[in-house]
């Protein structure tokens, strides 16, 4: 069929010349996936039920990232859904879970702006928001959740209709995001060594790691971190410990992105996550960087500790949900980064460490504190650069002496935008079925 368009520009009579013809290449079959574009937190991607992705997670990459746009490793990702940035170029997988006691498996995949790879070495916190309000809409059950990234267990308290629905509309507002919505209060349950088993990887509450200039290689410079895994792997670096010449830098800048990522790195190896530097720079997704601001005498923010987070290289516009929780155990662990930094405030008159709470979310069944007991909440509020994120943080006196984080719990808003099917292309000759 021909379609007639009538412009406004002047009709120049084509230029009529021989073209050879194009070689032959393979044939590109399109795909329908069904799926829901959700905003859940301060993130947004794609939600989609396990069953229509292939049955192996290996072969997972190509279907994603022609969705959302990347497998020519366009930036823009304008062939697909995804929205040019780390923070919209996420999926989230959802099915029903095998495990007694638990209602959905969920596997997070950070899809690469840029390049052609996806993540499913961590987690996300903001996605994760999403997955109760996304399982009860689809079917699939409600609020326990098994996030196999990192093989914890979530727990979300939903507000529902009176006829069982996720209730979208609501009063709560977090950072970062406009408007508001129905509080989803997330759980985080025994959240310490998601993927290193231990809280401290290095069995140290601070490091000092040695990392190579990015500009002048041969030279080397040195930070003061707290390596630590709560929710996710994070290296959290004492600001006050850059060199001079780094912090006057442009945290926004290619150069301090290439100083962030060249100590994420020296982080990965000394946590044991990579072998080398240059294995640590081919998983971008973990372990994850977040800069510790030092406080300045005079500034009265409301938090406990304020920081700059990066996602992909480069600065994170609000925080991630697991920085959230990392950040805030770290504040209530002693002798870290955060806490250290924390006091630091106090000394300034700034106020200090969190008082601790007597009542704690009666939503996930947590028995009230007495005050002989081992453990302790408090609510942590960290600062970021859109705002402030509030963290209630359980810990417990373990028998050998040692801190141990039994749950944190952050609440957060989500919103389904859009369901229906995307459609993208993939070669003739891929060898397995997408439905």
Same mark, same amino acid.
């Given at each position: 069929?021909?379609?007639?368009?009538?412009?406004?520009?002047?009709?120049?009579?084509?230029?009529?010349?021989?073209?050879?013809?194009?070689?032959?290449?393979?044939?590109?079959? +399109?795909?329908?996936?069904?799926?829901?574009?959700?905003?859940?937190?301060?993130?947004?991607?794609? &939600?989609? #039920? +396990?069953?229509?992705?292939?049955?192996?997670?290996?072969?997972?990459?190509?279907?994603?990232?022609?969705?959302?746009?990347?497998?020519?490793?366009?930036?823009?990702?304008? !062939?697909?859904?995804?929205?040019?940035?780390?923070?919209?170029?996420?999926?989230?997988?959802?099915?029903?879970?095998?495990?007694?006691?638990?209602?959905?498996?969920?596997?997070?995949? #950070?899809?690469?702006?840029?390049?052609?790879?996806?993540?499913?070495?961590?987690?996300?916190?903001?996605?994760?928001?999403?997955?109760?309000?996304?399982?009860?809409?689809?079917?699939?059950?409600?609020?326990?959740?098994?996030?196999?990234?990192?093989?914890?267990?979530?727990?979300?308290?939903?507000?529902?209709?009176?006829?069982?629905?996720?209730?979208?509309?609501?009063?709560?507002?977090?950072?970062?995001?406009?408007?508001?919505?129905?509080?989803?209060? @997330?759980?985080?349950? !025994?959240?310490?060594?998601?993927?290193?088993? +231990?809280?401290?990887?290095?069995?140290?509450?601070?490091?000092?790691?040695?990392?190579?200039?990015?500009?002048?290689?041969?030279?080397? &410079?040195?930070?003061?971190?707290?390596?630590?895994?709560?929710?996710?792997?994070?290296?959290?670096? !004492?600001?006050?410990?850059?060199?001079?010449?780094?912090?006057?830098?442009?945290?926004?800048?290619?150069?301090?992105?290439?100083?962030?990522?060249?100590?994420?790195?020296?982080?990965?190896?000394?946590?044991?996550?990579?072998?080398?530097?240059?294995?640590?720079?081919?998983? +971008?997704?973990?372990?994850?960087?977040?800069?510790?601001? !030092?406080?300045?005498?005079?500034?009265? *923010?409301?938090?406990?500790?304020?920081? #700059?987070?990066?996602?992909?290289?480069?600065?994170?516009?609000?925080?991630?949900?697991?920085?959230?929780?990392?950040?805030?155990?770290?504040?209530?662990?002693?002798?870290?980064?955060?806490?250290?930094?924390?006091?630091?405030?106090?000394?300034?008159?700034?106020?200090?460490?969190?008082?601790? @709470?007597?009542?704690?979310?009666?939503?996930?069944?947590?028995?009230?504190?007495?005050?002989?007991?081992?453990?302790?909440?408090?609510?942590?509020?960290?600062?970021?650069?859109?705002?402030?994120?509030?963290?209630?943080?359980?810990?417990?006196?373990?028998?050998?002496?040692?801190?141990?984080? *039994?749950?944190?719990?952050?609440?957060?808003?989500?919103?389904?935008?859009?369901?229906?099917?995307?459609?993208?292309?993939?070669? *003739? #000759?891929?060898?397995?079925?997408?439905?």
């Amino acid at each position: 069929m021909a379609i007639l368009i009538q412009t406004n520009l002047p009709v120049t009579p084509p230029n009529f010349q021989h073209v050879p013809k194009p070689a032959a290449r393979s044939r590109n079959i +399109r795909h329908k996936l069904p799926a829901v574009l959700m905003r859940a937190g301060t993130s947004k991607g794609l &939600f989609i #039920q +396990r069953k229509h992705l292939p049955p192996l997670e290996e072969d997972w990459e190509a279907p994603l990232l022609a969705a959302m746009g990347s497998s020519l490793a366009d930036s823009r990702q304008i !062939d697909g859904v995804g929205g040019a940035t780390s923070t919209t170029s996420k999926v989230a997988v959802v099915g029903p879970s095998q495990i007694p006691g638990v209602d959905v498996d969920y596997t997070f995949v #950070q899809v690469a702006v840029g390049k052609n790879s996806i993540d499913l070495s961590g987690s996300c916190g903001n996605m994760a928001s999403g997955v109760g309000p996304f399982a009860l809409q689809e079917g699939l059950m409600d609020v326990r959740i098994f996030n196999t990234n990192t093989s914890r267990l979530m727990v979300e308290t939903l507000q529902l209709t009176d006829d069982g629905e996720f209730q979208e509309n609501g009063d709560y507002v977090i950072a970062g995001a406009k408007g508001s919505g129905s509080e989803v209060k @997330m759980g985080f349950i !025994d959240p310490a060594g998601s993927m290193t088993s +231990r809280l401290f990887p290095t069995t140290h509450t601070t490091d000092r790691l040695s990392v190579e200039r990015p500009d002048r290689l041969g030279s080397y &410079f040195s930070v003061i971190a707290t390596l630590i895994d709560v929710a996710n792997p994070f290296v959290l670096v !004492d600001e006050a410990s850059l060199p001079p010449e780094v912090k006057q830098l442009d945290s926004s800048s290619d150069i301090f992105g290439a100083y962030a990522e060249a100590i994420r790195c020296a982080g990965s190896v000394k946590m044991g996550l990579a072998e080398s530097i240059e294995s640590a720079s081919t998983v +971008r997704g973990t372990p994850k960087l977040a800069m510790v601001l !030092d406080p300045v005498v005079g500034n009265n *923010e409301p938090a406990d500790v304020k920081v #700059q987070a990066f996602s992909m290289g480069k600065p994170h516009p609000t925080l991630q949900i697991t920085g959230a929780v990392c950040i805030a155990s770290a504040v209530c662990l002693p002798e870290t980064v955060p806490s250290l930094i924390n006091s630091r405030r106090a000394s300034l008159g700034m106020g200090g460490l969190p008082t601790p @709470m007597r009542d704690m979310s009666p939503e996930l069944d947590v028995e009230r504190v007495e005050e002989s007991s081992s453990k302790v909440a408090r609510i942590v509020t960290v600062a970021h650069p859109s705002g402030t994120i509030n963290v209630e943080v359980i810990t417990v006196q373990c028998e050998n002496g040692d801190m141990a984080v *039994e749950r944190c719990i952050v609440s957060r808003t989500a919103r389904r935008i859009f369901e229906g099917k995307v459609m993208y292309y993939l070669p *003739e #000759q891929t060898n397995y079925h997408i439905v």
